[in-house]
């Protein structure tokens, strides 16, 4: 037996309630456990408010000597030492209504102080409103660093599932009591699961840091006389919940509001504060840069500006040093156009943590034949947050640990903050309006040759680290551009007419290859052929590159891409 | 004076009636310094708790859905048998058993062990269910070195069914706690029901079709619930009873103006009872009706039924009124209930004059602690050394 679990059985011994409402309290003693588990784990839970309540929960609370508010919803029973902490009765959604108003809910002064963490037993189920309107009523009211901690019925619950098989309706497998000893009894309105509470959440601004299936209640109630047949019934479903997560009942979650992020309709009149990051070596091409910056539409009183070098580590001294609500990323080859910073600004929305925006090459600029993911004409949409083109708000960019300074300056630092935002449960977002220009310099020796074998090499380094690269970022999920997945398919073809000795697999497998660099090929008249042949023999030496690269790092970071 | 006091349900699980009643003896008791102890059972952990002198031993309490299912006595039957194995180790000098103690062994344990009892008959009727129960209950009865009932009335009916003398031994009140401790609010009366709603015989129903000519004749009259709902965890009821006897009150504004309070605590019903105009019990077969008591000491008039206890305790016309209620069907009698009615509002103009609380005060003293406590002392200490000079000539 746990220790939360001794706690919850000497409060239990202690209230003040008829044998039956103990073994009420008794019988939801696992959620109990779990809900006082969850708050005492918070950092900070010196003052919370619990709606419903369930008394052992409360109890449980108060004797830890924790401050207790509690907001009662009719027809759920309390002992009278818990009646002084109640400082609202009434229907459940006119107490979730009445916080956001700010209506006191008797003629007692109205504690306007937020609150460490809000326990919401079985409410956001049951409530006439959406979750993501209960939520926003709560954030106000939810302490810098607070939390608030839900439990409500899962969608794929065993109930659920069973239900929904002999076509009945889900939504009744909990009867409508008008009293209750325990949580709130009212029928639930919706069922919800952990992506749809996970969406309401951060809809209202909060990111949801711990969620976890479980067994909100033991088998049966000590004193509720069953036949054998539903007693049986129900320690063989007890048993299936136990040992199957995905049957458990009930979703606990610990929601967090975003650090820094808005709340209400995005940014008014009032702008933020941005502070833009030049990310780059070059001195001077760092400050063409920032002369394009002066032709900004957005107020220049508000923005200021940030050198750093192109790795993580540089990248976060500047995050630390930024003045800027908003820091804004852009890099020495970028020329951002007049209308970027409020673009971008504008386009982060509600509650959003991290922003991409779109790179676009630049008239002019070299075009990279094996155009790796952050490398294309056009980047944007694939789950990179280059250097060249990304906004983040700073406090949630610092709350997760900024970027990923062990990676360094590896191809993808850049995207590691997003990921650690993502992991978090901050939204991420990605939007062209807010595109800059990007120069890709054309390589003037041979030294492409080290630097692309390098980034090859990364890439499946990168995936490891952020698995969703695959879907969003690569070609087909294991090629880092459709050119290599040509190159690889032609090699395969060799390999095989050379196994089966027939060059017919040859010829078919150069098929896709030689599509993606037909355009190259002259044919006609013969004074191109040199000039083919040169540009075929630089596409093997890229692809060689590139291969070797990719393979290397697949070996290393045991992740194919090829 | 080693005294036990077992009984299957004590505080925190259950505080009024038989309950509250072997508290403040306990109580008293532990207070002259005797030893005291309360065998009692816990749906939770076995324990050992002390309520300032008195020892609280709570047994195990089995508990289980099959057995309240096939065999719902068993768990009061296991108490009794549990509680007689403690009696058996601890050796006390008495003990004082009432109605449902369910140790059906004392007399064994009396004869073997030498171990005297009190019998304490809190009910008017009993209603066992089985043939072993009736036998069980009579022989206690028989067997017991002294028999208690709680008034006058009930001590002559057991004389009369089962030959044996039989002391009058009231539950007390602690006048000191029970107190006047506000001012009376006589603008906005309130009406203070105090018992069980889910328990048939506290006469809810009649109230509440009652209050509708009360609320209709004194619209800024409150009717306050303060009892528990649903008993025991013998009980099956959830509350359920409660809100169907609400659909009683047909005026909407007669049911706005009920304000369900809950049992309250111990701490908090003096306040209560002093705020109330009146306080009303209309039960029928109530042995005592400790509530009533409890009012009269806070200086509340009551109304109540002139039969049975309330009709002992509710004798002067200065601090209440009474009606007709004799039996079960008397709760269905619709002139009974504007009896009742006319008893509530006669009740609140009562709380209007200025003497009604030295009156009320004056009359439950008779039931104070330090009387009654004083009383049950002398009883448990004369059947003490009676046994004691057993011992001596047979030595």
Redesign the interface.
Known sequence: MSATDTIV?DV?????????V??DL?HARPLIARLYAAVTARPQSDRVLLVGPNVALAQALVRDGREVEIWQVLGV??T??LRPNVTRVGELDTLIGAAADGEPGDGRPFDVRPFDVIVLPFVLDAATAEPAVLLSALRDRTAPGGSVIVALRHAGALDARLRALSGRSVLSARAD???S?SWPSAAPRRLLDTDALRAAARSAGFRMEVAERVVDANA?????????SR?LRDQVSYAAKRAVPALRDTLVATLTPFSGTRVGDGYGPDLPHVTVVVVGNDPDRALRTVGSLEEQTYPGERVDVQFAAPNAAAANAAVRAARGDVVAFTDDESRPPAGWLESGVRAMGEHTAALAGGVLAEQGSAVPFLALPDRRLRVGDNGLFLAANSFYVRDALLSVGGFDERVDAAWGWDSTAAVRLRAAGYPTTEDESAFVFRMYPFPADRSWIREEFERARDIPVAVRRDPSLRRTALHRRYFAAARTRGFDIALAGVAVAVVRRKPAYAVVGAVPWVRTMIEYVDLWPPAEWRTSVRNVRGIVLRNGVWLAGLTTGSIRARRVVL | MKIAYPYPSYWPYVRRGAERCIHDFSGYLAGQGHDVEIITSTPGRPRVAYDGDVKVTYLRQISHPLMYQYIPRFRIAAYGMDASRHLVRERPDVAHLLSFSYVNLAPLLRTMLDMPFAFHVIMRNHYWGTRYQRLAYANLIRSADIVFALTRGGADAITAEHGVPCEVLSPPVDTRHFRPVVKRDTTNPVVLFPADLADPRKGGPLLFKAWNRVHAECPEAVLALAGPVGMAGYSQDRGERLFSQLQLVKDPKARDQIDFRGPGDRDGLPRWYAEASVTVLPSVEEAFGMVLVESLACGTPVVASSFDGPGEIVTDPRIGATVALRDWSDLDNTKLVDDLAVALLTAIDLSRQPETVDACRAHAEQWSLERIGAHAEDMLSSIVGARRSRQKRSA
Do not use: K
Not at chain 1, 220 to 228: E, H
């Open positions: 059985l239990l011994d202690e209230l003040a309630v008829t044998d039956t103990f073994h008794a029973a309390i009278e030492n009591l008008r009293h000893w049966t109630a000590g004193v509720d006389a069953l036949p054998f007693w």
